[in-house]
């Protein structure tokens, strides 16, 4: 089981409300992503970032907005929550080797989000 | 433009009988290609990978898959197919776009059902 943290793991809200998504891994990972997955169907990445202080915008547009100040730490914000952003958020990390390997991501366990 | 397609949404077989899932990939490169098998409520895990070397990949829980360049193919298969492995399977390959790019591009997903 790899070493990448989610929560909450499930989170009812209603519509205007702030809400945070948390991702933390202990690996040491320098790259970590953010996807959105409607149940059963496809990944879409809405952010990633390579190191600290490096963070870009996936291919499906989103109105979160991440953070990465520490390497274990990537959270998601949601300044406004709507029902337009129900859905299950997966997190993963991944690091790249010396010898120019690229390695397998790793994925939390998700949060499932669902707004009122 | 780099992709991944999974052509059978759904697949079903019985226990005990080999499973193919299949994968057939687009990449301007050499590709980097990846299997995960995701559980109701989890995140994605890990299951194997094809970076260089062997055309046949072996990975967790017996799954093993065939890398055909000339086909552009990167079928999961197993021998014998258990209950347990009733899941939703994708596939991806890594997205050469840009110096030093890491995102994986994922396939729409194929639900494996095994049946007693």
């Known amino acids: 089981e790899a070493d990448i943290y989610q929560t909450p793991r499930y989170l009812v809200i209603g519509t205007g409300k702030k809400i945070t998504l948390e991702c933390s891994q202990t690996?040491?990972?320098?790259?970590m992503y953010w996807y959105q997955q409607d149940p059963g169907m496809e990944l879409h990445l809405i952010h990633y970032s390579y190191g600290v202080n490096s963070t870009e915008k996936g291919d499906l547009s989103s109105e979160s907005t991440v953070s990465r100040i520490r390497t274990e730490h990537f959270p998601l914000t949601l300044e406004s929550a709507r029902p337009s952003h129900t859905s299950q958020y997966l997190c993963?990390?991944?690091?790249?080797?010396?010898?120019?390997?690229?390695?397998?991501?790793?994925f939390g366990p998700g949060t499932r989000l669902t707004v009122l | 433009a780099q992709s991944v397609a999974q052509p059978e949404d759904q697949v079903n077989v019985a226990e005990g009988n080999p499973l193919t899932v299949k994968c057939t990939y687009s990449?301007?490169?050499?590709?980097?290609l990846f299997w995960y098998v995701q559980y109701p409520n989890r995140g994605l895990q890990f299951l194997l990978k094809?970076?260089?070397?062997?055309?046949l990949v072996k990975g967790s829980y017996g799954f093993e898959a065939e890398f055909n360049k000339s086909q552009t193919s990167f079928h999961l298969k197993k021998p014998s197919a258990l209950v347990s492995d009733s899941a939703l399977y994708f596939c991806a390959v890594r997205d050469m776009r840009g110096a030093g790019s890491y995102q994986l591009t994922f396939g729409k997903g194929t639900k494996l059902s095994v049946i007693p």
């Open positions: 993963a990390s991944s690091e790249w080797t010396r010898l120019g390997s690229y390695n397998e991501q790793f």
């Open positions: 990449v301007s490169g050499n590709p980097y």
């Open positions: 094809y970076i260089t070397g062997d055309n």
């Open positions: 690996m040491g990972h320098d790259k």
